[in-house]
């Protein structure tokens, strides 16, 4: 087994410090600057928070899926529900289907370094499920509270893969991610559920076994174009971020293609073909993506 296989296996992480170049995530940030731009905020005010036992996913959320869509921060809205910063700084996230819609993430998700990391893990073929592109606003970003992503993106075997890449230096201040070596093997603690008839989600306690401490957790504070490789059952966390510096970063989840993709997932290609990583295949730029 090589050294990333083995780091991964043994820790459920891996930082790979540096792996992109500036040049490659260049056109990323000005494609999901653009996307925020271009959104209609008036007419979708759907804010995405992580206190709230996920209940306020609506249907925004679920349309998602396969569109476009940007998430606002909980404190970029007064009482009264006024914008109390400008546009850009008000986004939480963008998400999820970047990589079908936006050539830019297309391209970007089809770097070589990404199915060569995979193949070098033993997945034998990934598919790519969902990208999100988080802002972690200066002042007003929120905080993710532990979490694993399994409860979220669900497959039998339990194969998703998540890659997490700086899009700016990550650092304490500006909300790095936490993550706790070896907790992978800690059992899945939630599970986020649909059910399609009423279309509504529901977070379940599977497990009682606490989260990770911040004595045993690690911050992975990481330099602009460096990538974490993490493992579905992982619990993850980042804080609020109150200084002055954002702190952006891109999500790239994928699955094994052997792997079943649960109907209770929340997350559903519906018809779409399936996105494959590999770095010389199709991708689907459709010249209009849903900003809806
Ligand atoms: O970027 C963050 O702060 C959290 C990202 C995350 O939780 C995820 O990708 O699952």
Redesign the pocket.
Known sequence: MGDLAASFARDGFVVLEGAIAPESLAPVRAAAARLVNEFDLDANRTVFRTDDRDSGRDEAFLQSATGVHCFLEQDALNEAGKLVVEKRRAINKIGHAMHDLVPEFTSFCRLPLFEETLHSIGMSEALLWQT?Y?F?QPKIGGE?RW?Q?AS?LITRPATVI?F?IAMEDSTLEN?C?WMQPGAHRSPLREIYEVDWSSRTGTLRTLDETPWPDFESARPLEVSAGSVVLFNDHMP???SHNSSPIS?E?L?I?VAERSSEWCPGNWLQRGERAPFTMASGAQGRHESQPDLG
Do not use: C, E, F, P
């Open positions: 999100m988080i972690k993710v979490h992503d979220y998540g997490w909300g991610l993850h966390y980042s702190r970063a999500t989840h």
